[in-house]
């Protein structure tokens, strides 16, 4: 069964720290892998994809990183603010063996809270 | 949320009654796809569709029912069939799937709505 695991389920850090999220998972066959950031009452939106031949993708103080071997991925945010406040969510897709789709598989997301 | 608008944002249904969700995208998306998200869950998905008058069940389809008569338009039926149908739903669109591109599996969200049952 495909599965994808988060880690913390929350945290809480002060502004301007740094902090690192983790996401493990169990999908085959992998075709890529995306971190979604989802504001409270709102819909998620993606921050980066990574796909088998990238292990490190930024995208300004995000920057996620990719270990197929291990099947596991990290975001990293930096200098963190106030509205980084949300939930990050780890989403995997797999190849379908018909159809041509992609089959999502979401984690249940780490609800990260930035305080002054 | 991009061009995915859904409506109602709040909605209240008592037990027995059916009542619909819409979505609305103009990012020209050929698929679209519904989402139930729980506390401490992930997204599971309801229903999707890869083309107009075409729609395939997802994990948690029981209970529910769509349409896709335009392809701008992806509404939701949660009917009385559904026994635990409160949730924060969500509706997403992508570009056609395709396992050769892997940017069509970035899905576009709106805003969802929240049904509750009184």
């Known amino acids: 069964k495909n599965q994808v695991e988060q880690s913390p389920q929350s945290l809480i850090i002060l502004e301007g720290k740094n902090c690192t999220l983790q996401c493990n998972y169990t999908v085959s066959p992998f075709s890529n892998l995306r971190w979604y950031k989802q504001d409270t009452g709102r819909g998620p939106v993606s921050l980066t994809i990574m796909t088998f031949s990238e292990n490190t993708k930024s995208n300004g103080r995000y920057t996620a990183t990719l270990d197929a071997d291990t099947k596991q991925s990290s975001l990293h945010i930096t200098a963190s603010q106030l509205s980084d406040s949300a939930s990050y969510i780890c989403v995997v897709s797999a190849r379908t063996l018909t159809g041509g789709g992609n089959k999502l598989t979401f984690g249940t997301g780490t609800q990260l809270k930035v305080e002054l | 949320d991009g061009g995915i608008t859904q409506s109602p944002k709040y909605l209240f249904r008592k037990e027995g009654q059916n009542v619909t969700l819409s979505c609305e995208q103009n990012?020209?998306?050929?698929?679209m796809y519904w989402y139930r998200q729980d506390p401490g869950q992930g997204l599971r998905l309801i229903y999707y569709s890869q083309i107009v008058n075409d729609f395939q069940k997802g994990d948690i389809a029981e209970g529910y029912s769509v349409s896709r008569e335009k392809k701008e338009s992806f509404p939701l039926t949660v009917t009385s069939a559904q026994k635990n149908p409160t949730a924060f739903y969500l509706c997403?669109?992508?570009?056609?799937?395709?396992?050769?591109?892997?940017?069509?599996?970035?899905?576009?969200f709106g805003p969802g709505t929240r049904l509750t049952v009184l």
């Open positions: 990012l020209n998306h050929d698929a």
């Open positions: 997403a669109s992508s570009i056609a799937l395709s396992p050769l591109r892997p940017q069509s599996s970035e899905q576009f």
